[in-house]
């Protein structure tokens, strides 16, 4: 322990509906996160903001997480977090954005495989990324 830590001191956790402090949004400035929130798929903006995400359903069930991919070609993915259907993945945190397991996308521009941790995209079997 650093001198002058509190030994009783935890980090804080996140808490859904909770606004994040001003230096939190600014060390998540740059890195993706999940911060959009749509009802339903239809109501989910044509254009999303770069490094952004939406969360589709409500709070306490989400559906979908819909983001433009990361390789720049301009295709959408949309991911399953809902735990009655396979395959799904688990947003673990949403600033950053952290998802598990990682995303591997077949689309008509290409294939995309990648991890997002902590905000970040590491690309998974790629040398030109």
């Known amino acids: 322990m650093r001198s002058g830590e509190r030994e009783d ?14 230096l939190r949004r ?15 798929v239809s109501d989910a903006p044509e254009a999303i903001r770069t490094r952004h995400a939406i ?14 991919c990361p390789c720049g070609a301009g295709h959408r993915v949309m991911l399953n977090l809902d735990n009655a259907h396979h395959p799904r993945w688990r947003l673990v945190t949403a600033m950053p954005m952290t998802l598990i397991p990682s995303v591997d996308e077949h689309s008509p521009a ?10 970040r995209i590491n690309w998974v079997g790629r040398k030109d990324r």
Not at 12 to 22: A, C
Not at 110 to 119: A, D, W
């Open 55 to 68: 969360v589709v359903g409500a709070p306490t069930h989400p559906k979908w997480l819909i983001f433009d």
């Open 9 to 22: 001191w935890q980090r804080p956790q996140h808490v859904p509906g909770v606004e994040l402090g001003i």
């Open 110 to 119: 290409g294939h995309c495989h990648y991890i997002v941790r902590n905000g």
């Open 26 to 40: 600014l060390r998540c400035w740059r890195r993706w996160k999940a911060d959009l929130h749509a009802d339903s």
